[in-house]
């Protein structure tokens, strides 16, 4: 059996809340075929930069990419992303996309050296393997050493119409002026507190995040990293298995594997909410959380059909298992001894078999 690993199993997406504008503005560009040849994302730690670059990454080499609202400092926008399950978006996921090259400090250095800008060169002057735009991003580009600084520079001075560098930096005044002068500027600020509040508490399912944020200086990532223990990345590989399970890419054994780590209880419970925003959704087409990348694998399981009879059967059939979990988290929760083995098979298997078409 084949595994893919989606981008969906990272457990955050881009672009967030407060890169709605830099989003638009480059993909605006991209839509036009004026992207330019090198951009240089700048801004302090904690904001996702690096995260951007790799789903516009995505998104250029998508074959089919989709349009998502998205709320911004504007308010709501349609953006268009990468649709994630594409041949392109697949190997994305899996990382190994020939056309996209990251380069960063190799383990154990603190510089990025001239053997990986070498790397870059060829890969520059070598032809696309999927027919479209190739892409390098540059992770922690002020820590390209002297040397590695002028070999890029000669590659920014004889640009490739078909390749794009993104260079990404905390420090980009740390960077000679020669490479800052040859890129066009994409400047990332701290978010609005409201803005940072709201994703926070979405992403960690908890109200009252202002002292998180605060503790963080408003730089949202940080402060996901203050609260965030192996909770919420346990919580998405399983509702990914599960995803993966209805795709034929996992088995319920697999499924399984994960429920003895996340413990029954804590399953149920995300399955439980899982199933009733696929039931609304089945029946309204209403997407909630854009930014849970789990949710988008979920909401891909099934087009909400335009024949109301067919949408209230799919409706009916995810509401009989939403209601069979409910059953499975109070047995679980009594004192008559259950087997939450047993349980969580027949939840899975009812799972597996359900027809959401
Ligand atoms: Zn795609």
Known sequence: MTETTSNSENA???PFPWQVAQWAQLSRAFAASQLAHAYLLSGCEGLGKSLFAESFARYVLCLKPITQSAVGVGGLADTAVACGSCNNCLKCGAGNHPDILTIEPEEGSKNIKIDQIRWLSEFVIR?????????????SAHLLNANAANALLKTL?????????FLVSDHPGRLVATIRSRCQKLAFQVPDAAIAASWLQTIIGEANVNSILEASDMRPLIALQLVEGDSLQDRARFLQSICDMKAGKKSIQ??????AKNGESEVLQYFSAFLSKLTKYSLT??????DDPTLQSMY??????KEKSIAQT??????LLYTEVETARRQLASTTNPNPQLIMESILWQWSKLDLN
């Open 127 to 139: 032809s696309s393997h999927s027919g479209g735009a190739k892409v390098v991003i540059i992770q």
């Open 314 to 319: 799919v409706a009916s059939s995810l509401a």
């Open 12 to 14: 955050l997406s881009a």
């Open 254 to 259: 697999q499924a399984l594997s994960l429920v």
């Open 157 to 165: 001075e004889e640009p490739n119409d078909n390749t794009h560098v």
């Open 285 to 290: 087409g209403i997407v909630d959380n854009e």
């Open 300 to 305: 891909a399981l099934l087009v909400p059909s």
